[in-house]
Structure formats: structure tokens, C-alpha cells
């Protein structure tokens, strides 16, 4: 008689592979302001700032009235299972089991990276969170952001200009969420190219290539490189659409960390999986995310 199988989910440690390799292919996994989330749903606190005034002696204090409200992190899953012949797993001279981890890993951090930050659509069906590039696309008058205002789409598909770069980033400059310390820009490898003949108006090029351990830099600002950081209509570990190059904040990039990445063998020889001798790997991870303010950020579509 077969038997109702369940075996206990093994988180990954942080030594592991699986994490390293998700952290060198995923920006938002590996510099994301990290929340801890004991529920599916945290709620995180946003201060609009607090303004000064100037006070004569014995005059009266004036009351602050800036907006203080709150960003909402739902937590999602991303997971995938792959059977597994016995006969493969014993005669194979490769460990296919940590192989197949360590793609799943490589496809979640561009999933992940994707669903954070270049998916066009609302979440809803196969849209887990609201990207950035959906939330910089929509107006929210109760914070007095309009649609696009830190949008920049490139003229000519795949040669932005210098003047959209700097344009770019000048949004988030003039703002009053810029912090310079915070600051970072995510990009497609696609704009290495075109940024390589970008130059300024001395003819030295805005792209400085980072040597020796030192990050690639665009006007002064770290570059992170993401394989994700293409439009799509869903979320999708491939995505295909025009590449962008964003520049964020990190304090204001709230990662949600519900569980894992982890994973559970389910071995194929007892229960129904007996019948074929086929075991089943599955790896999963439960992650919220938001982006603290528009205003906070700029987008350029290559």
C-alpha cells in the first residue's frame, strides 16, 4: 500500500552554493534592505520626512504635516520540481541533484529580479509583486507622484543617448528621497554596449569599467549588471523585452524574507512514485517585495 509522503523542507545555508550563486546573479537578493516576514503579509512603516521652520523668540511651533503611512509586503512563492530517474541518479558520474539545484538557483534570481523590477503588468496572475517600472508607470495622487514622471524611454531603441542617462538619473538628484550613499544603478548587460560610446561633452566616456574587484560606475554611481532587468508582461526568468537600467535606492528596496531558498527530496522508492522509480526534487523560496517611494527612483528603456 502506498504511503502519504512528506518529507521535512531544508533551508539552505548561507555557505551553500545555491545561496552564492543566487546572490551573484540576483541584485535585489543581494543588496535589497532585508525584512523579516513571520506572516504572508508585513506591514512597513514610510515617513514622508518631517519639515523645519524657522522660530522667532516666544513664537509658537509649527505642526508637522507630512504624510506618514505604510508599504505593504505580500509574500509570493517561486518553485519548481523536477523528477529524477533512480537510474540517473546512481549512474551518473555528475551530482545531478546539486546541478539541478544550482539552476533552479540561477533561473530564481533572474525571476526575482525580473518580477522586482521590470514587469510591466499589475500584479495579478503570474505578477507577484508590483515592479518598479509598474510603479513608476502609475499615478498615486495621495503621494503626488504622476504616471512616468521618472520614466525616460530611449529614442532609439538600444543607443540611449547622453543626455537620456543623465536625464535619467537627474530625476532621483532633484528629489527629495536622494541619498548619494544609498544610491545604485541596475541594468541590463545590454546597455554595456551602448555605454561603452557614450562619452560627456570632454569626450571622456560616463561608463568606467570597474578593475580589479572595483564596480563598474556611471556618473560616480555603482552599476549592478542583472540578466532580469527586461520588460515583461508576467514574470519570467527569460524575459525579452527592452532592457532597462534603473536607479534605485537601496534603503527604500524592502525585500520581504518569508522562507527559504529550500528544497525537499522526495525519494521515488516507496510510495506512488515507487510504480516508476522516479524521485522528485523541489526547490522553493517565499519572498515579498515593494519599493519605498517613486520619487525615490528613475527608470531608462533602452
Known sequence: MARNT???????????EVIERITQTSVVEAIASKIPMASDTRHVARSAGMGVDVVDKGGAYGEDVSLNDE???????????IRIAE??????????????????AISYAKVLDNSTLAVTAAAGTGVPFTSLYNLLHTTDATIGYTADSNITTAATAGAPTYDEFSSTIGLV???????????????????RKSLRGVKDLQGEPIFVKGLAGTPDT????????SLGARTSPTATSTPT???IMAFVSTDLMQ????????????????GLSALTDESILKMRSRRGWAYGHPAGASILVG
Not at 512528506?6 to 551553500?16: C, K, N, Q, R
Not at 556611471?218 to 549588471?225: A, D, L, P
Not at 525585500?255 to 525519494?267: A, N, Q, T
Open 6 to 16: 512528506f518529507e521535512a523542507w531544508i533551508p539552505e545555508e548561507y555557505g551553500s
Open 71 to 81: 508599504v505593504i509586503l505580500y509574500a509570493k512563492k517561486f518553485g519548481k520540481a
Open 87 to 104: 537510474e540517473d541518479i546512481n549512474d551518473s558520474l555528475p551530482n545531478i541533484i546539486a546541478t539541478k539545484m544550482r539552476d533552479w
Open 173 to 191: 538628484e532633484v528629489g527629495d528621497y536622494y541619498d548619494p550613499a544609498t544610491m545604485v544603478s541596475i541594468a541590463h548587460p545590454a546597455f
Open 218 to 225: 556611471i556618473f560616480g554611481v555603482n552599476v549592478r549588471w
Open 241 to 243: 523585452g527592452r532592457p
Open 255 to 270: 525585500l520581504g524574507i518569508r522562507s527559504g531558498p529550500e528544497s525537499v527530496f522526495i525519494d521515488g522508492r516507496d
